[in-house]
């Protein structure tokens, strides 16, 4: 009772939201980009929700331009739900590379195979149901496939809400207010419309430097109004990636490379890596031999920096070819032509692309025995 008198209180103390918002239709109508998985009639149920539901898992975490050009080459090898429901995981996980959060395609394959069985959800309830659909994207893919008044907020929608309401405290910790006082908008200029239009002018127009000479929700605007637009919404303090150094390990022996196989849980599920060692691991210079394990020739490239959401990784690339086979726990020998159709993680990628590219000359030599030594002891 007290949540609804909140609720009351909140909406009458806030413009009516299907009028507030009433300049963006028009403005999406003029300037709305093409993509390719934008439907042309926005009044009527999507042709195609499976084309809705890929690129909504693909745009999590990932631009639209990165975007585009997997959403194509995906859409081509896996066309229809059923496609993708029978995919191996290597393959899905392959089609995948470069793309990152390797979650999402496990998500994604499992979501379709309940689909394919189950058919589609009829309601948000029943998408929130489906592996890896959580508030916003079961919204998104209810609204932009489904046509449902189900309003998606994700964080260009939030950004905009919050700016022309002035809200100044973070916006996510009004999620439910805000759906509530956006539906009857969802119900005036239909859900798809809406709610890419909002993302829309997130992303062109009212950004992290937004242009608010050229948005059509300008004269409505309460930041823009007090003049607070960079202060909303409020900057959320993140927590501080950690930060490690380590060594990325190309090891062959004849034709073969050393990889370690895909977890079968976990952030590197369904992904191939290569041995990794921490840098500061490796602290026994004085022992190097010249040749360990019949090393045959080293070679470096210069380092990069590797950035995950909670961590940050120093790279140092090294690719060994060595002619005393050995076998670390955890490890297989695979052959060339395996190794270049392996699901990789875009780190492990990187070092696969530089085997065919000349190393730097500049490189210091590096601790070759003692790196072998730790990899072969597992530590
Ligand atoms: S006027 Fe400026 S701050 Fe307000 S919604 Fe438009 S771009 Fe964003």
């Not at 008198?5 to 009516?16: C, G, H, I, T």
């Not at 080293?298 to 060994?320: D, M, N």
């Not at 297989?332 to 392996?342: M, N």
Request: hydrophobic residues 40%.
């Amino acid at each position: 009772m007290l949540l609804v008198l909140y609720l009351e209180n909140l909406q009458m103390s806030r413009p009516d939201s299907a009028e507030l918002l009433a300049p963006i239709v028009p403005w999406f109508k003029a300037g709305a980009r093409k993509l390719p998985w934008r439907a042309l009639d926005l009044d009527v149920l999507h042709p195609d929700p499976y084309a809705v539901l890929v690129s909504e898992q693909m745009l999590q975490q990932t631009q639209v331009n990165t975007v585009i050009p997997y959403f194509q080459r995906w859409m081509n090898r896996y066309p229809e739900l059923g496609s993708l429901a029978i995919a191996s995981s290597e393959e899905i996980h392959k089609s995948w590379e470069g793309l990152g959060y390797y979650r999402r395609v496990r998500h994604l394959q499992a979501a379709a195979q309940q689909i394919a069985q189950h058919g589609w959800p009829t309601d948000l309830k029943g998408l929130l149901q489906l592996p890896g659909l959580g508030p916003y994207t079961a919204a998104a893919v209810a609204s932009i496939a489904f046509q449902l008044p189900e309003p998606a907020l994700d964080g260009n929608a939030y950004r905009v809400l919050a700016r022309i309401l002035g809200i100044v405290k973070d916006p996510k910790k009004e999620s439910i207010e805000l759906r509530t006082w956006l539906k009857p908008t969802l119900l005036a200029h239909g859900p798809s419309r809406v709610t890419q239009a909002l993302m829309e002018l997130g992303a062109l127009v009212c950004g992290p430097n937004p242009k608010c000479s050229a948005c059509p929700l300008a004269t409505n605007c309460e930041a823009h109004r007090r003049g607070v637009v960079q202060s909303i919404p409020m900057r959320i303090t993140r927590t501080k990636p950690t930060e490690v150094e380590l060594w990325l390990l190309a090891i062959q022996v004849q034709n073969h490379w050393l990889v370690r196989p895909p977890a079968e849980n976990g952030l590197l599920a369904g992904l191939w890596s290569w041995p990794t060692l921490a840098l500061d691991t490796i602290n026994d210079l004085a022992a190097e031999e010249p040749q360990p394990y019949g090393l045959v020739r080293w070679r470096a490239w210069p380092g990069w920096t590797q950035a995950y959401s909670h961590r940050r990784e120093k790279v140092l690339p090294l690719a060994l070819q060595v002619e005393v086979p050995f076998e670390p726990a955890g490890f297989i020998w695979v052959d060339q032509d395996s190794l270049k159709t392996l699901p990789m993680g875009r780190r492990d990628q990187q070092l696969l692309e530089r085997l065919s590219t000349s190393p730097s000359d500049k490189t210091e030599a590096p601790p070759i025995a003692g790196l072998l030594r730790r990899l072969v002891a597992g530590s």
